[in-house]
């Protein structure tokens, strides 16, 4: 019983999350993984992109809802990625020092 309520406070409060709808159920019951879409801005180091990812959020007096980016580092195994491709990456366990993406897929690639 006490089980069942706490896995009820933890789907409310993933669900009153902003991004909510980016997180990701993991079916081997690893918790949830967040899934951000981003354009590659560097492809120079071996297995690895940069990818630029865009948040939104709403100011706290104000209201006007702001555009943040931030960069964060992806596993490319495949070194497949290239400068300007959009692509969809998924968090995972700690890879290197500063790298807890990896690339899920390429959803379209630079002209």
Do not use: C, F
Request: proline share 2%; charged share 35%; aromatic share 4%.
């Amino acid at each position: 019983m006490m089980a069942t309520k706490k896995e009820a406070t933890v789907e409310t409060q993933a669900a009153g999350h902003e991004s909510s709808e980016h997180d990701v159920r993991d079916s081997a019951a690893r918790g949830y993984r967040k899934a951000r879409r981003g354009y590659v801005v560097s492809d120079k180091m071996d297995k690895t992109i940069v990818v630029e990812v865009e948040d939104r959020v709403k100011h706290p007096l104000y209201g006007k809802v702001i555009r943040r980016t931030s960069k964060v580092k992806a596993h490319d195994e495949a070194n497949s990625a290239g400068i300007g491709d959009l692509v969809l990456i998924n968090e995972t366990r700690p890879l290197s020092a500063t790298k807890r993406w990896r690339l899920v897929e390429i959803l379209e690639k630079a002209k």
